[in-house]
C-alpha cells in the first residue's frame, strides 16, 4: 500500500484522535454549562432582589483567590506540557505536581465556603435557602465535580512519571490539559456571575 493512503497511525486530519474525542466533548459539556448560565440569566431578571440578597452573602475574597489559583495551575499544566515535549521529565512531573496541588487547593477553599453556607442556614431545605442558592449550588457544584474529574487523570499521570520508565506520552497530556484549560474557563465566567454581577446594592435600588 502506498505511504500516501496509509492511515493506520496518521489521521486524515493531521490532528490526533484524542484531541478530537476532547474537543468533542467539551462542546457538550459547554452546552450543559451554557443551560446553566441561560437559566440563571432568566430567572435572575425575574427575581434580582433575591439574587441580589443571595450574591452579598457570597464571598468575593475566596472566589477571588480560587480565580488566582485556577489561573495559575493553568500556567503550570502548559509548563509541564512544554517540558514533556523537551524531554525534561523532572520539570514536566514538577509542574504537573503543582497543577494538582492548585486543584486540591481550589477544592478545600470551596469547602471552607460550602461550610460557611451550610453554617448560615443556606444549604437545600435550609430555614435561608432561596433559588439564587440553588444555582450557587448547581453551577459550582458541577464545576468542583470537574475539578475532581481533572485530579484522578493528572495524579494517575503523575504517579507514571515517577516511575523508572516515566510517561513519555506528551500528546496525551495535552489532552488533559485542554480538559484542565476548560475548567479554568468555565470558572471565568462562573465567578463574575455569581459573585459581581449582582451586588445587593444594586439589587435595593440604591
Known amino acids: ?30 452546552m450543559f454549562f451554557s443551560g446553566f448560565f441561560g437559566a440563571f440569566i432568566v430567572l435572575r431578571n425575574a427575581n434580582y432582589e433575591i439574587f441580589g440578597q443571595g450574591s452579598a452573602h457570597l464571598s468575593v475574597p475566596m472566589a477571588l483567590t480560587n480565580t488566582f489559583i485556577l489561573i495559575a495551575s ?51 431545605h435550609q430555614e ?12 459550582t457544584g458541577f464545576h468542583a465535580l470537574h475539578v475532581i474529574g481533572g485530579i484522578i487523570p493528572m495524579a494517575y499521570m503523575f504517579f507514571k512519571m515517577s516511575t523508572k520508565k516515566g510517561y513519555d506520552h506528551p500528546v496525551k497530556v495535552e489532552v488533559l490539559g485542554l480538559y484542565w484549560h476548560f475548567v479554568d474557563l468555565m470558572w471565568i465566567f462562573i465567578f463574575p456571575a455569581l459573585y459581581l454581577m449582582i451586588p445587593y446594592h444594586t439589587a435595593a435600588g440604591h
Request: hydrophobic content about 50%; charged content about 15%.
Open 1 to 30: 500500500m502506498s505511504s500516501a493512503l496509509n492511515l493506520a497511525h496518521e489521521p486524515v486530519t493531521k490532528i490526533p484522535h484524542g484531541k478530537l474525542a476532547m474537543w468533542a466533548f467539551l462542546a457538550s459539556e459547554l
Open 74 to 124: 493553568s500556567l503550570t499544566m502548559a509548563l509541564s506540557i512544554y517540558n514533556l515535549e523537551k524531554g525534561n521529565r523532572g520539570n514536566a512531573r514538577l509542574f504537573l505536581g503543582l497543577t494538582i496541588l492548585g486543584a486540591f487547593g481550589f477544592l478545600i477553599v470551596k469547602y471552607f465556603e460550602y461550610s460557611a453556607k451550610w453554617h448560615d442556614g443556606l444549604f437545600p
Open 128 to 139: 435561608g435557602h432561596t433559588v439564587f442558592y440553588s444555582f450557587y449550588f448547581l453551577m
